[in-house]
């Protein structure tokens, strides 16, 4: 049986592969307003659940999606103002 995620429960102790956007946000460590404002502008998909408003995130796209926002600087290369 899938195991129901609470509101009391961490987040990355669930074994849930869904994560509402909440808890998606938390997920992440960042505000609900940019994780829904991502995924409004379709940087991040969303799972569509069938009659059901809400929207999900699944964990792996949230993982994948963190992995290709990863960048490397250049030895001596400064980040500042958020320009090279």
Do not use: N
């Not at 792996?60 to 090279?84: C, F, I, M, N, T």
Request: charged residues 30%; hydrophobic residues 35%; positive net charge.
């Amino acid at each position: 049986m899938a195991q129901q995620l609470t509101a009391t429960a961490p987040v990355r102790e669930q074994g849930t592969r869904l994560l509402s956007a909440q808890d998606a946000a938390k997920y992440l460590g960042v505000p609900y307003t940019s994780l829904r404002d991502w995924a409004l502008r379709g940087h991040l998909p969303i799972v569509r659940v069938p009659d059901c408003r809400r929207l999900w995130f699944d964990r792996r796209d949230l993982d994948r999606a963190v992995e290709s926002w990863k960048e490397r600087l250049e030895p001596g290369e400064l980040v500042s103002d958020g320009r090279r």
